[in-house]
């Protein structure tokens, strides 16, 4: 009976012990993401990106599918026409870029769309 009551103890200790240190902090497992669509400019925000993600196809140089996106009177015209934003979005009717990588990020993709949204300013 003594060694039972020994176990019992030394069991609640351990559980007591090992709780104690499990303990899931949401902010830790999966870090929220800002994502910043404030004064998202062609020139500081938009080109970037594009020219990370796209550019390499769509230079003036390759312009693979007759697809300029290199300047900023180019990229108007595809934010204009709605191709920009259903390509990168993969919606339906559009081929889906960029081609051969994943979709982009979800922060990129709102930041091209709240530039667009702001009527694709050269800024
Ligand atoms: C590896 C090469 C490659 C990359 C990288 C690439 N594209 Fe394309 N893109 C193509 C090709 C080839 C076409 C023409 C054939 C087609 O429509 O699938 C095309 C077509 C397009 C079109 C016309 C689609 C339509 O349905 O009207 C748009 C808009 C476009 N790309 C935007 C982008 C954007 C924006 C990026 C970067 C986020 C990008 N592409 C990255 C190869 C690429």
């Not at 039972?4 to 499990?22: E, H, K, R, T």
């Not at 993969?90 to 994943?102: I, L, V």
């Amino acid at each position: 009976m003594k060694r039972f009551a020994f176990f019992a103890v030394l069991l609640s200790l351990v559980l007591l012990v090992v709780n104690g240190c499990y303990y899931d902090v949401e902010e830790e497992l999966y870090p929220i993401q800002e994502c910043n669509t404030d004064n998202v400019t062609y020139s500081g925000i938009v080109a970037p990106i594009i020219q990370n993600n796209c550019l390499q196809c769509h230079s003036a140089a390759a312009s693979l599918g007759n697809v300029v996106l290199e300047g900023y009177d180019n990229l108007k015209g595809f934010a204009d026409s709605g191709r920009l934003l259903g390509a990168v979005k993969h919606q339906a009717g559009y081929s889906p870029m960029p081609q051969s990588a994943p979709q982009l990020g979800d922060c990129l993709i709102a930041r091209i769309e709240q530039w667009i949204d702001d009527g694709a300013p050269n800024n």
